[in-house]
Structure formats: C-alpha cells, structure tokens
C-alpha cells in the first residue's frame, strides 16, 4: 500500500530536504569533537550542529516507512525527535559513528508513531507483535516468491523464519488487512449513496413504537398482578407485598415471627403464593387469547 502524498506535503517535503541539505556533514574528526565537546559541557548549541548535521538521514530513514500510509513530514518529526535523544545519550567513547547509534532510536520513534496511528485498538504491546507488524509484510512477500507457482507460504514456515508463533502470524495478518474508518466517512463511491457509516448503525435505544409497546406490556402485566392479589389472604398479601415484591423485602423469619409460624411454613406460603400468581397471569392470558 503506497503512501499518498499530495502536491502541497510534497512540495513540503522537497523544501525541507533542500533546507537540510545545506548542512553540510561532519567529518570523523569534527563529529568526535562535538561529540566530546557536548558530552562535557551540555551546551544546547553543540548538540543542534550534531543534530542539524544527521537530518537527513532522518529524511532517508522515513522513506522506509511509506508503505504504511502516513504523512512523511509526520514521520520525519518523530525521527527528528529520536534523532535529538541519540544525541543527549550518545557515548563518544565506544569509537563509532553518532548515525550508527542514532539510527536505533530515529526507527524506534517512527516505528512508535505508526503503531500509535495505525489503529485505535493498542496493537504492538509485545516484541512479538512488533517485530510481525513491521516484518510481517516483507516476510510474507518474500515467502510467497520462493513458494510453488500460483501458491501461498505456509503461514508455519513464515512463523518458523520470524521466530514467532503460527496463531501471533495470523492474528497480525488479520489486523493488518483491517484498518480503522472515520463514522462519518460516506457509504460507498457513487453520487447516488450519501449514508455514512454511522447512519447504518443499529440503533442503541428502542425505537419510540417499541418504548411504547413496552410500557404497555409493563401497565397490563401489573394490573393483572393487582387482579390476582385480591384473591389472596390477608397473610398472602402480606407476604406479597413485604417480601416478593419489596425493595427491601424481609426475611423468612421476620414473617414468620409476625404470623408465629416456622420459616420453613413461611416458605411453603411463599412457593403457594408464587403458583397462584403464575396460574392467574397464565389464565389472563388465555382468556385474552380466546
């Protein structure tokens, strides 16, 4: 998938790549002063000549990342940002080169970047899953040019050369080929589809008819609650009223205590009330069938 870049990013781009072109680069001898220099002092302005001094590289390093349809500026901002920090944390004392150093943290910015952009579900929270989501591509193209004509790699062998697990090699194929869309962006290509993605959406409220009917359902199936409670006892009703259909209903032995019968006959009376409720409503319904 090739990154998209418009006339003005790429007319954007192409300034700032003559800009940076006008720093010159450091000679081995020039970049071990500074580098030197910088390690003693921490002068803020030695460490803006290193950095202005490498940014193309940065430019270069971007250029690696395109197929993943971001804006190249973007990717190189976070390069520079990487750039910047190799460059505070830079020992000149190992004997190499300040871009072979910095170049692990300008991938290590960018690579995060596009992690953070490609989805908003978290993706490359393990070395695994990173190591696939930027390898994955490559691999996979790679598999399939050295595999029978017409036919696929097994996802086993592409498993086996990354180091990874067959399922993580699948998983990340699946949401890599699945990428995030705006709501708001329009159904379809034509003139004659204007819906967008979220108007296609179910609704998460019920409908005002469906609201309606279910209130009534709520009217008809109290008032025949309220018809078969009149043809309980005084202690049914009770019992009803205080403990089946209570907000805080009492115990077993609260109505037992009040009616001086045993909690297991006060359960007894509870099950007959139960039955006799669900027989009246069973009955209703019935009647109101025929």
């Known amino acids: ?37 910088y390690a003693e002092t921490q002068d803020q302005k030695i460490a803006d000549r290193l950095v202005v001094a490498n940014l193309r590289f940065v430019v270069k390093i971007a250029h690696e990342y395109k197929g993943y349809n971001l804006g190249l500026l973007d990717l190189i901002q976070e390069g520079n940002v990487g750039l910047m920090m190799a460059v505070k944390k ?55 040019r050295m595999a029978e004509p017409g036919e696929k790699a097994e996802t086993s062998t592409i498993a086996n050369t990354l180091g990874v697990a067959e399922k993580e090699v699948t998983s990340m194929e699946l949401r890599l080929a699945a990428r995030d869309y705006s709501l708001d962006a329009q159904v379809g290509n034509g003139d004659e589809s204007r819906r967008t993605y979220l108007e296609q959406l179910p609704a998460m409220s019920a409908s005002p008819e469906d609201t309606v009917g279910e209130a ?9 609650l309220r018809q078969a409670a009149l043809e309980l006892d005084e202690r049914e009703r009770y019992i009803l009223d205080m403990r089946l259909a209570s907000d805080e209903p009492q115990t077993l032995r609260q109505i037992g205590e009040r009616f001086r019968i045993s909690r297991e006959r006060a359960r007894q009376i509870q099950e007959n009330i139960v039955g006799k409720m669900r027989a009246a409503l069973l009955e209703s319904d019935l009647v109101a069938a025929a």
């Not at 953070?116 to 994955?136: C, E, H, M, N, Y």
């Not at 009534?216 to 025949?224: M, V």
């Open 1 to 37: 998938m090739a990154t998209t870049v418009s006339l003005g990013e790429r007319e954007l781009v192409d300034r700032y790549v003559a800009e940076v072109n006008n720093h010159p680069l450091l000679t081995r001898a020039q970049e071990r002063e500074l580098t030197e220099a």
């Open 90 to 144: 830079f020992d000149p004392a190992k004997g190499y080169r300040l871009i072979s150093y910095a170049v692990w943290w300008i991938r290590a910015y960018m690579q995060a970047y596009i992690m953070r952009s490609w989805s908003l579900v978290k993706i490359g929270t393990t070395a695994a899953q990173r190591k696939l989501f930027f390898k994955l591509r490559s691999e996979r193209q790679e598999a399939d």
């Open 216 to 224: 009534e359902e709520r009217h008809q199936f109290r008032l025949k």
